[in-house]
């Protein structure tokens, strides 16, 4: 099976930054697209940023210029650096993969979310 693991969340003031991670694992021949979507309270689930495999990037305008996202294929792990944090970016957020898997699959897969809140 391949499982998506999140780590970085937490509680941050306006103005801070938090760094997301998310490694990919089990029986994966390779990833294509990785990315990192959010959903607050009462809101649908929106995309925040994706990452092809060649690096080419996508972000929403609501994070752009304030949001990085990497990954690095050996370690099957994608990231994202969140800076000049607003209240709005309250939200849980979900890593998903596109994984062609040993048995020929490929399926999109979630990691089980990570809640980021900015207060102060």
């Known amino acids: 099976q391949v499982q998506l693991v999140e780590s970085g969340g937490g509680l941050v003031q306006p103005g801070g930054s938090l760094r997301l991670s998310c490694a990919a694992s089990?029986?994966?021949?390779?990833?294509?697209?990785m990315g990192w979507y959010r959903q607050a309270p009462g809101k649908r689930r929106e995309s925040v940023a994706v990452i092809a495999r060649s690096g080419s990037t996508h972000y929403a305008d609501s994070v752009k210029g304030r949001f990085t996202i990497s990954r690095t294929n050996v370690k099957k792990t994608v990231y994202l650096q969140m800076d000049s944090l607003k209240p709005e970016d309250t939200a849980v957020y979900y890593c998903?993969?596109?994984?062609?898997?040993?048995?020929?699959?490929?399926?999109?897969?979630w990691g089980q979310g990570t809640q980021v809140t900015v207060s102060s």
């Open positions: 998903n993969a596109r994984i062609l898997s040993t048995n020929g699959y490929e399926n999109d897969y």
């Open positions: 089990g029986r994966i021949f390779s990833i294509n697209d």
